[in-house]
C-alpha cells in the first residue's frame, strides 16, 4: 500500500507530522481528518523512504517487545549505578558490578544491552535511547547531561532522587483515592443487586396484595421497577452498550481538542482541579530545576518537562513558553499569561531569571510545592468520602422511597377499608 508523509496541525492548533499508509491520496486526508488532524502538505513516499520507514516500524516493534521495568525499579537501579560510579569505578565497571547484582528477566536484559552498546562505543544515553522503555525521555535526557558534563554520579543521584520523587508522589495519589473508588465500586454494585434482584422480589407479592396496576404506583418505585426489569430483560444488551460506551468514550477522549476540554474541565473542578494543579507544579519545578542544573539547555529541559505533566491543557501552555523563550522572552511572562500556574511559581522563575539562580530557586520551591501536594491530597481525601456519602444516601432514599411508599398506601387503603 502507498504510503505518504505529511505535515498540518492537529484539532488543538498544534503542528504534527507523521507517515501514514493508504490507497491514494484521498484516502490519506480522510484518515488524517478522522484523528482531528488537517494536513496543510502531502506527499507520497519513494520506495526507499517507505523502506526506511518500515524499518523504523520494526525498530520501535522491537523496543516494545523488550522486557521493561517499573519507575522504583528504575530509581533503584539509576542509584546503585550512581552509588558505583561515586565510589571511583569507571562507568564500565560499574554496569557490569551493578549487572552481576541483579536477578530477573528485565534487569539483566537492560544492563546486557547497555554494556554490548557502551562497550562497542555509544554514550551511556544513546544505549538507553536504543532500547527504548522504560528510558524515557526524561531518563534519557538526564543521561546526556550526564555525559556531558562530566558529572556523572552527581547527576545520577539527581536523576534517582527526581525519579524516587515521582514514585513516592504516584503512591501518595493512589493512596488517597484508593478508599473512595473501593466506596463508590461497592455503593454502584449494592444498588445494581438491590434493584435488579431484591426490589422486583419485594414488591411482587405487595402489587399482589394491593390489587393495583403497577401504574398506580408511587413515582420512585415506578421508576425502580422499570429499571429493574429493564436490566433483566436487556442485561446482555447493557453490559455490550456500557462496553460500547467505555470503548467510544476511550476513542472521542483521545482527540486533541476533546482531550484538552477534559483537562481544562478537571482544572476547574473544585478540589481536584487544586489537586492536578498542584501535583503538575511540584513535577514542573523540580523536574525543570534538576534538569537546568544538571546542565541541559532550557529549551531541551522545556521540551522534556512538557511531557510530564499529564494535562494538555498546561502542555500547550508549555508549548506557548517554548515559542516566548524561543524568540528571547523570559519564562516567567508566558507562565503568567497563561493563567493555569500559580503566582507563587511565577514570582519565584522571575527572581530565579534576573538573579541568574534559576535552577536553585526552582528546586527549592518544589520542597514547597510538594508540601501543597500533601495539603491538597489531604483536602481531596476528606472532601471525597462526604460527597460519595451525599450520593449513596440519596440513592438509599430514592430506593427506600419507592419501597416504604406503596406499604404506606397499603396501609391507607386497610385503614379506610
Sequence with gaps: MPSFRYQGFSASGQSVAGVIAAPDRA????????????AIRLDAMEA?????AREERAVRTARARRPS??????????????????????LMSALRTVRRQVSGRAMPAILDHLIERVESGATLHQAAADYGPPFDDLTVGMLRAADASGRMSEVLHQLADLLDRQVELRSELIGATIYPLIVAALIAASVVVLITFVLPRLMAPLIAQMGTEAAALPFPTRVLLTVA??????????????????AAWRVWSKIPANRLRIDLLLLRTPVLGRLLRDVAVARFTRTLG?????????????RIVRDTLGNTALMNAIDEVQDKVTTGASLADPLERSGLFPPLLVQIVNIGERSGRLESMLLHAATAFDRRVNTSLKTFSKALPPVLLVIMASIAGFVLAGIILPLIELQ???ASG
Excluded at 526507499?48 to 526506511?52: C, I, N, V, W
Excluded at 426489569?229 to 467505555?246: M, N
Excluded at 534538576?290 to 522545556?302: D, E, R
Design 290 to 302: 534538576t534538569l537546568v542544573a544538571a546542565g541541559l539547555p532550557i529549551l531541551q529541559s522545556l
Design 27 to 38: 484516502a490519506a486526508v480522510r484518515q488524517l481528518a478522522g484523528r482531528g488532524e488537517t
Design 69 to 90: 521495568i517499573s519507575r522504583p525499579e528504575l530509581a533503584s537501579l539509576v542509584r546503585e549505578l550512581a552509588t558505583a560510579v561515586e565510589a571511583g569505578l569507571p
Design 412 to 414: 391507607k387503603a386497610f
Design 48 to 52: 526507499d523512504e517507505r523502506s526506511a
Design 229 to 246: 426489569g429493564f436490566i433483566q430483560s436487556y442485561w446482555l444488551f447493557v453490559i455490550l452498550g456500557l462496553i460500547a460506551l467505555v
